[in-house]
Each structure stands twice: as C-alpha cells, then as structure tokens.
T-cell receptor, first 110, second 113 residues
Framework: TQLLEQSPQFLSIQEGENLTVYCNSSSVFSSLQWYRQEPGEGPVLLVTVVTGGEVKKLKRLTFQFGDARKDSSLHITAAQPGDTGLYLCAAAFGNEKLTFGTGTRLTIIP | NAGVTQTPKFQVLKTGQSMTLQCAQDMNHEYMSWYRQDPGMGLRLIHYSVGAGITDQGEVPNGYNVSRSTTEDFPLRLLSAAPSQTSVYFC????????????FGEGSWLTVV
C-alpha cells in the first residue's frame, strides 16, 4: 500500500489569513484528488488533477500538482469560517486503488 | 437526488454480535466501495465492487463481508463484531475506479462494546 503524507495535521488560523497544506508521496501519482469533509458528513470532491505542474483554481482555493507528480498543495487565500473542515488528498498510483492521506484538520477562527 | 444513502447512522453493538450496514446509490454507478475512517489513519478501503456480482478485498477486509446482487445496493456485514471495529464507515460510489468523482454517503458511526 502506497503512503500519502499530509501536513500539517492540524492548522488553526484567523479569518482573512492565507494558508497552504501539503500532500506528499515517495511514489509517482497517476492522478490526485482533494476532498473536504465537514463534521458528520462524508468527503466531497473539490478537484482532480492529472498533469504534472497543473494548477487549478476554485474561487479562493488554488491546487497545484508537482512537476514530478509526487506532491500536491492546496492554498487558500483570505480564509473564511466556511473553509473549516478536514481536507483529504487521494492519489491513484498506476492501476492500484485510490489511497487517501490522513488529512489536515483546518479551523478558521472568526 | 438522494446520491449515496447509508443506514443506520448510529449503532452500538456488543462484542460478538453481527450486523449489516446498508448502502444504496441512485446514480447507476458501477463502482461501489466501503471505507472506514479512524483518527489519524485517514480513509481505508475495506471492500469494493466493480459491478453487480463482482466484489474484491481492499486494504482492511478481515471481519467484513460484502455482496453486490444489484447495481444499486452494496451492504457491508460485520460477522462477529470486535471493539477494533469501532469506527465511522463510509459507503461510496463512482462511475470508475480512479480519476472519477467519488460520492460518499453521510457515514455510519459504529461502536462495539
């Protein structure tokens, strides 16, 4: 089983600040997804990236897929309380099943 | 759209009891799966199915059985519950194995005492 490491594990910041969370592996991904999970609910897909170096933007969220296809980052600009949740990355390694990272628990303080 | 529906939402079991977590999806997805989520360990795949009549083991299959008699339904059975099976369980469906959007149910909180 491939290992996906997410950092930081916990992050608590003030509303309006910027932040970046990371997803790393020692192996090459064929694709990578980011999900957000709110308390008491299942994860919801935010974005899928498939090309090394790819950058995707979703309003205040910017997702980047590393050139070597072994890492990804999620940057949030001007964080809002509604951004609070557990952020999970999930990677496909070749034809193997999707592997989920352990998540970053983000809290935005009003 | 109902999406992926799981029942029950909460359940307490005694060690050794058996039970079934129900899962249904109305999106005509071929691919369905069960995950468990534990603190600090992310989502781990228990069993999955690529279509009616086909099931396979994931990362942590021991103590669980599944069947897929229809495209819509994918129940998860705990054969003899153990405290180590205390977890939050998520059923999910997608139109493909990887790279496609995975739709999750709202989760089932299971406590084994």
């Amino acid at each position: 089983t491939q290992l996906l490491e997410q950092s930081p594990q916990f992050l608590s910041i003030q509303e309006g600040e910027n932040l970046t969370v990371y997803c790393n592996s020692s192996s090459v991904f064929s694709s990578l997804q980011w999900y957000r999970q709110e308390p008491g609910e299942g994860p919801v897909l935010l974005v899928t990236v498939v090309t090394g170096g790819e950058v995707k933007k979703l309003k205040r969220l910017t997702f980047q897929f590393g050139d070597a296809r072994k890492d990804s980052s999620l940057h949030i600009t001007a964080a809002q309380p509604g951004d609070t949740g557990l952020y999970l990355c999930a990677a496909a390694f070749g034809n193997e099943k999707l592997t989920f990272g352990t998540g970053t628990r983000l809290t935005i303080i009003p | 759209n109902a999406g992926v529906t799981q029942t029950p939402k909460f359940q307490v079991l005694k060690t050794g009891q058996s039970m079934t977590l129900q899962c249904a999806q109305d999106m005509n997805h071929e691919y369905m799966s069960w995950y468990r989520q534990d603190p600090g360990m992310g989502l781990r795949l228990i069993h999955y199915s690529v279509g009616a009549g086909i099931t396979d083991q994931g990362e942590v299959p021991n103590g669980y059985n599944v069947s897929r008699s229809t495209t819509e339904d994918f129940p998860l059975r705990l054969l003899s519950a153990a405290p180590s099976q205390t977890s939050v369980y998520f059923c999910a469906s997608s139109s493909g194995a990887t790279g496609n959007t995975i739709y999750f149910g709202e989760g089932s909180w299971l406590t084994v005492v």
